[in-house]
């Protein structure tokens, strides 16, 4: 269950079965309360352990205290002759980069692991059946799961898992079928946020400020990647896009006096104040205000709620 779980989210899937997740978790979490894990696999408590916390269950470090030495250390096997070795170290590795201020156990797993992996990976033969492990292992230490982007991770994931052993087809097919629309919609979306830039023309009119319309939605898309949520990932990308513009005014082009003026006018929300700006800042101004009104109003009418005063404080 755990390992389906884990290929689900990995793959990028998670919200398709997010509720079915979510109340696995739970039987996991009601289930550990009256039993220990006294016989579970390094493997299988680093796994467990990782998947609660980094889905906000409750979950403490003593599941690893029947593998803590007289020291205060984990005990990792000296040597590493088959997968189910490698699967402990690496389940122990990315449990360990999830661990709270204070959490010891964790932290000298951290050191230990990254170590072991480290030398692992020197050692290791280049023979196939540790192909996927190596790149698993490769891929880990470069930058810890929690931290990575998902439909990264998920176009990592797909391919890498055409090497792995016992992989689940069904779901690996899934995965691509959900990745290539995801990728669809999400090529929709720059090309309408690009379609909206260029239009906006303040890149040209600015000249001074930078064009990162595409690091802007970039930016968006690691924080909503799904595809139901186009509207909004094409908002925060337009928001996005004026907060650098605005920074690169503020920081190396406007002086006090038309700074002030700026502020000014973005406190009050009003149109009128324009008049009394530098013609670049009306340009930037007029621009924002008519995006941030249409946005909310567009908000508006679907939620029934005005989001103008705190679109206008982000930026």
């Not at 696999?41 to 403490?60: A, I, M, Y």
């Not at 595409?214 to 990308?237: D, I, N, W």
């Amino acid at each position: 269950m755990l390992e389906l779980i884990d290929d689900i989210q990995r793959s990028g899937l998670t919200h398709r079965f997010e509720t079915d997740i979510q109340k696995a978790l739970e039987k996991i979490v009601c289930f550990d309360k009256c039993y220990t894990m006294k016989n579970n696999s390094l493997h299988e408590v680093g796994l467990h352990f990782r998947l609660l916390r980094q889905n906000d269950c409750v979950v403490s470090q003593d599941v690893f205290k029947k593998f803590v030495s007289d020291k205060g250390e984990i005990i990792i096997k000296g040597c590493c002759n088959g997968h189910e070795d490698l699967k402990d170290i690496l389940s122990l590795y990315e449990a360990s980069h999830l661990a709270y201020e204070g959490e010891d156990i964790l932290d000298k797993a951290k050191t230990h692991t990254t170590k072991y992996l480290k030398n692992i990976l020197l050692e290791m033969d280049s023979s196939d059946n540790y192909e996927f492990m190596k790149e698993l292992i490769r891929h880990s230490l470069e930058i810890p799961l929690h931290r990575r982007m998902v439909m990264l991770e998920a176009r990592w994931y797909i391919e890498s898992c055409k090497k792995k052993e016992g992989t689940n087809m069904t779901l690996l097919e899934l995965a691509k079928l959900e990745f290539n629309m995801a990728q669809s919609v999400l090529q929709q979306d720059l090309k309408s946020v690009s379609w909206w830039w260029n239009n906006l023309g303040l890149a040209k009119e600015l000249s001074f400020s930078r064009d990162r319309l595409v690091e802007c939605f970039f930016v968006a898309v690691s924080l909503m990647y799904e595809p139901q949520f186009s509207s909004y990932r094409q908002g925060l990308t337009k928001v996005a896009s004026f907060i650098t513009t605005i920074d690169d005014i503020y920081d190396i082009y406007g002086t006090m006096s038309e700074l002030e003026l700026f502020t000014d006018a973005v406190e009050r929300w009003d149109i009128d104040v324009v008049q009394s700006l530098p013609n670049y800042m009306k340009i930037c101004f007029l621009a924002l205000y008519n995006t941030i009104n249409e946005m909310a109003y567009g908000f508006l009418r679907k939620h029934e709620h005005n989001i103008i005063p705190n679109l206008a404080k982000l930026v």
